[in-house]
């Protein structure tokens, strides 16, 4: 009997959707090209990836173009004096948008796609796909060009670092082939206007900042346009508060508002940085205002010099600059009408906020937007200040971002058990608040704990479903200590096996927190098993990490060697620790670097009964090898010292062993399997 083996489903929507001539939806197309390339089929990732990357930037103009066609279609009259006619122009505008972007893409629901997709995107996630199919094609010029993509939003990345240097090497691949294919248009021509300004060409400088100021205010319009579109309401239920009409109309364009405010942080933030370039868009007209000089164009000098006072008003050196220009000239001169209705608009705007914030209860501070007057310091008075970096703080989070030392630093305190034994401290791994502990468990218990992990993980758990969240080259499987006991009363797994999980975690946290010498309980915050494979087929050449570098509780930015206590991050965690439950892989060490997320100042290598433990901030960047032949298995632990962030399936495991004690189903483990 023949079998009819069906193509997947992702497959079939997508010939579907060619037949109606609807857009394909960018993450079905990107699932195809991850699931591609666990196939190993290189040509159908370019495929997908390419056909995804087109779709996603084709869904994010057209939401631009309909926007902004409807707003100017159906603007609202200033001069209505009643609600009816306010609400026309809303609801035209709104039907305008929905005819317009279903008109260009198809149903706007079958392009509704989960953040974890769109940050994968805005990370240029596919890049790193591409880069890699590209090369097993041989075509190693567009394989340059998506590593170089990839590079400038990931520069944490080491190996893909490492990954360019190879590539320049290579026979065929040219320096013209390394370019950015996300380059915003604005960065690219203020970047190569300072190129040129630094050697002198100021009459070539001038026309690239002039056409980086076209393209920056081209973009502040798109990205307003895409602060239209929903937004969330982490710290309001709507429904259960009932709100009114224009309560609701108020938190919503609130939000909206802070993100188009905020669009000036936007522009100034380089791909893949935390924080934007100080006084970015004062500074073009600070190097506009000198080149323009130097070509003896004293009108436009002056003008792009009462500009930058607009921003910084009473910079003495400007003025001096002004007077200058003016006495040359005989004349007075005008700022730039672009630069004062957009500094007019942000004014009101910041009213608005402080009203729209305070009705949410959620005080608004300004974010320091031109903290630096960019002056300029040596003899020709070059402007400077692009190093610096500005502080923000996002609406919904207005608390104190720095990055705090937790207590008081100690370590060397009692280690508990007799055969746990300290291998490297502090000192001997070249940093602080760090140890790497051996014999924490025996073969035996390493040995059943990889059992159980065979038998319990499941593909993407802990990692929001995601096969290979880190990496393409390997697959993670992972799984927590609540859901091992209930596998273990089902009589999926031995109930032993399961009560040794959650024992080892236990014996993990009290070493932890009795070597660190910690003056308060130290909780759980996340406890998972988890397995990383090296996937056959897909380890050739491979230079990249199992886990990039990064820290537990901030946002590392390296180029700024800062670590940003703000979310995403799990800013509440305190102390981590690494388990290992086995040695027998190539790869797979673990590495601690400085905050640049390349000097490394540690490794070590996994084996059975190994533990790492360290604090969970900024002064502890680290990573993980890759993996690259066979499985690399360990209990993963976060701790917490605030009891609020406690972690709830552990509540909840204590919850079901005191459950089974009480029904005195332990009495069915050997005491001396027990800890």
Same mark, same amino acid.
């Given at each position: ?70 707003? !100017? ?14 609400? !026309? ?7 305008? &948008? ?31 796909? @591409? ?8 075509? &190693? ?31 065929? /691949? ?25 050697? #002198? !060409?100021?009459? #070539?400088? +001038? ?13 502040? /319009? ?15 239920? *709507? ?5 009114? @009409?224009? %309560? ?90 672009? $630069? ?38 040596? $003899?020709?008075?070059?402007?400077? #200040? ?18 705090? /030392? /937790? ?28 140890? +790497? ?7 035996? %218990? ?7 992990? *065979? ?84 380890? !050739? ?37 690494? &388990? ?43 990573? +993980? ?11 993963? &632990? ?38």
């Amino acid at each position: 009997m023949d079998v009819c083996v069906l193509p997947p489903l992702g497959v079939v929507l997508a010939l579907i959707l060619q037949i109606t001539g609807a857009l394909e939806p960018y993450d079905l197309l990107y699932d195809n090209g991850v699931e591609a390339f666990s196939r190993g089929d290189y040509a159908g990732v370019v495929r997908y990836m390419e056909k995804a990357l087109a779709s996603f930037s084709r869904v994010r103009q057209t939401k631009i173009r309909c926007r902004l066609k409807c707003e !100017d279609q159906h603007r609202i009259d200033s001069n209505i004096n009643t609600d009816l006619f306010f609400f !026309d122009s809303v609801l035209r505008r709104a039907a305008c &948008l929905n005819a317009c972007i279903e008109e260009q893409v198809g149903t706007q629901s079958m392009h509704t796609v989960s953040e974890d997709v769109i940050q994968d995107f805005h990370r240029r996630i596919p890049y790193n796909y @591409l880069q890699l199919a590209y090369r097993k094609l041989n075509q &190693l010029d567009k394989a340059a060009a998506a590593a170089h993509t990839y590079f400038q939003a990931n520069p944490e990345h080491v190996e893909m670092g490492q990954n360019l240097e190879q590539y320049k090497t290579l026979e065929g /691949v040219e320096e013209k082939h390394f370019i950015d294919r996300e380059a915003r248009p604005h960065q690219r021509a203020f970047s190569a206007g300072v190129k040129l300004y630094d050697k #002198g !060409d100021y009459e #070539g400088s +001038v026309s690239l900042f002039e056409e980086a100021l076209t393209e920056y205010y081209k973009a502040d /319009v798109e990205c307003r346009a895409l602060c239209e579109g929903p937004q969330q309401f982490q710290e309001q239920n *709507h429904v259960l508060y009932r709100y009114s @009409l224009y %309560e609701l109309i108020s938190d919503h364009y609130t939000q909206v508002l802070h993100c188009k405010h905020e669009c000036v942080r936007d522009l100034a933030t380089r791909p893949g940085r935390l924080s934007p370039m100080e006084n970015y868009l004062p500074l073009h007209y600070d190097y506009l205002q000198f080149a323009y000089f130097q070509v003896n164009k004293l009108d436009e000098a002056l003008s792009c010099a009462l500009t930058y006072l607009l921003f910084h008003e009473g910079a003495e050196f400007m003025i001096e600059n002004v007077e200058h220009f003016s006495e040359s000239l005989v004349h007075d001169g005008q700022p730039r009408q672009e $630069a004062v209705q957009y500094l007019q608009r942000h004014k009101q705007e910041l009213e608005l906020l402080q009203i729209g914030t305070e009705n949410l209860g959620i005080p608004y501070t300004e974010g320091n937007y031109w903290s630096s007057l960019g002056g300029r310091e040596d $003899a020709n008075r070059i402007p400077s #200040g692009t190093d610096g970096w500005m502080e923000y703080v996002p609406i919904s989070e207005k608390k104190d971002t720095s990055v705090t /030392v /937790v207590q008081e630093l100690r370590e060397g305190g009692p280690l508990l058990y007799d055969t746990v034994q300290v291998t490297l401290n502090s000192v001997d791994l070249n940093g602080t608040q760090r140890v +790497v502990f051996d014999d924490v468990i025996s073969e035996d %218990e390493c040995s059943e704990l990889k059992h159980l992990a *065979h038998t319990t993980t499941i593909s993407g758990d802990g990692y929001r479903g995601k096969m290979s969240p880190h990496t393409p080259n390997e697959k993670f499987e992972g799984t927590t200590v609540l859901k091992t006991l209930q596998y273990g009363y089902e009589g999926r797994v031995p109930l032993r096996s399961a009560r040794l999980f959650y024992d080892i975690s236990e014996k993990a946290r009290q070493i932890v927190e009795s070597y660190f010498m910690l003056n308060s309980t130290l909780h759980f915050s996340y406890t998972h098993l988890v397995c990383r494979t090296a996937i056959t087929g897909q380890q !050739d050449h491979r230079i990249d990490l199992s886990h990039p570098i990064h820290a537990d509780n901030c946002l590392l930015d390296p180029e700024a060697n800062e670590c940003w206590k703000e979310p995403p991050a799990y800013t509440y965690r305190d102390y981590s620790a690494l &388990l290992y439950l086995n040695g027998d892989f190539e790869g797979g060490e673990f590495i601690f670097t400085e905050m640049d997320a390349k000097t490394i100042t540690a490794s070590v290598k996994p084996r059975c009964g190994r533990m790492v433990g360290f604090s969970s901030g900024g002064e502890n960047p680290h990573g +993980v090898r890759a993996v690259t032949r066979g499985q690399r298995c360990a209990v993963a &632990l976060w701790f917490t010292l605030d009891p609020l962030y406690r972690e709830l399936e552990r509540l909840q495991a204590d919850e079901v062993i005191q459950a089974l004690e009480n029904q005195h189903l332990w009495t069915q483990i050997n005491p001396k399997d027990e800890l």
